[in-house]
């Protein structure tokens, strides 16, 4: 578990970013962090494994603080770090020798080195890449890389930072259907996201507001608080939106759904009621054929 206690942060002389700040990350749990452009996101994921240290306050990564120096190497290998920017990630002349840096510095064998390094492309389905040249991949295929190369690392959690920003449809998929891989396989996430469909599946959701968190829970009672959101310049996911505005048409239907099919059924069950037939069940039989 990392535990973040009531910290404070700023950066130089400024106003504080953080201002005590607590939050959780249970073992394997899979926590979504939104919250408007400038409001500490960055800073406070960058705190989880000591690139940042409180000026008060305390963080504790499966119960050690991250300010004892001695533990710092320890800690980053258990926290995974996945930036908005591959480039700054990227160091290796070829894709596999990219993805070994960072067992390479543990001071592994070799062998474990090698096989860490193909499971780790494996898992990211860049396999046939290894003898690339990082700079001839897509943007898309560099934040891949940079996935894999935090994999052989054998984090307990990753945080990942808009994984997603700048990266066409098919790419953005790929890296959200291989962050829930990663949380189905155990290990933790923590994803700052700005498109709200993306998090969907977490199990947790915290919205970040002047330095604190001031929501958290399951998607569906954060996205439920629409009004908030809004006020926070915040998207909320597609599906809420369009059930939000037919509420507002006086449509007697519920925003408490994440997924297109349960707007569907919502949708249906609503227009069924006011239909000659009101035979709702018949469009969900049919919806059943879908979902
Ligand atoms: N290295 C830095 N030096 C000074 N100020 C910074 C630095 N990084 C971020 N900030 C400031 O801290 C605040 C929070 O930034 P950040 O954590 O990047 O927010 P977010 O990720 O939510 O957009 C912003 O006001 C930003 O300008
Ligand atoms: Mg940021």
């Known amino acids: ?86 480039d700054n990630q990227i160091i290796g002349m070829s894709v596999e ?27 990211v389905g860049m396999a046939d890449y290894a003898k690339r040249a ?11 890389i940079s996935i894999a190369g935090v ?11 808009e994984p997603t920003a700048s990266l066409d449809p098919s790419s953005r998929q790929r890296v959200i259907d291989i962050i829930r891989k990663l949380n189905t396989e155990g290990i933790a996430i923590i994803h700052i996201a700005h498109d709200m469909d993306e998090i969907i599946h977490a199990d947790r959701v915290m919205v970040m507001d002047r330095g604190g968190i001031s929501v958290s829970g399951t998607p569906r009672e954060v996205f439920a608080r629409i009004e908030y959101l809004k006020t926070l310049g915040l998207h909320i996911p597609q599906v809420v939106e369009l059930l939000w505005k037919l509420r507002q048409m006086g449509w ?21 009621d006011h239909s000659d037939t009101g035979d709702s069940s018949r469009v969900r039989k049919r919806m059943g054929e879908y979902v």
């Open 1 to 86: 578990m990392i535990s973040v206690e009531n910290i404070i942060y700023r950066y130089d002389q400024g106003d504080p970013v953080l201002k005590s700040l607590s939050m959780a990350v249970g073992d394997g749990e899979y926590v979504a962090l939104i919250g408007p452009n400038g409001c500490g996101k960055t800073t406070l994921i960058k705190h989880l494994n000591a690139l940042l240290v409180p000026a008060e306050g305390v963080v504790l990564v499966d119960g050690t603080d991250t300010k004892d120096s001695s533990a710092v190497r320890e800690i980053r290998r258990r926290v995974g770090m996945v930036f908005q920017n591959p």
């Open 97 to 123: 020798e990219d993805v070994a840096f960072g067992p390479g510095n543990l001071g592994l064998p070799s062998s474990e080195i090698r096989e860490r390094v193909d499971a780790s492309l494996a898992m």
């Open 134 to 144: 990082p700079h001839t991949l897509s943007g898309g295929e560099k934040r891949l």
């Open 151 to 161: 994999l052989a690392m054998k984090p307990r959690y990753i945080a990942f930072d």
């Open 252 to 272: 007697d239907v519920s925003t408490d759904v994440l997924t297109i099919e349960d707007a569907c059924l919502e949708i249906s069950a609503s227009a069924g």
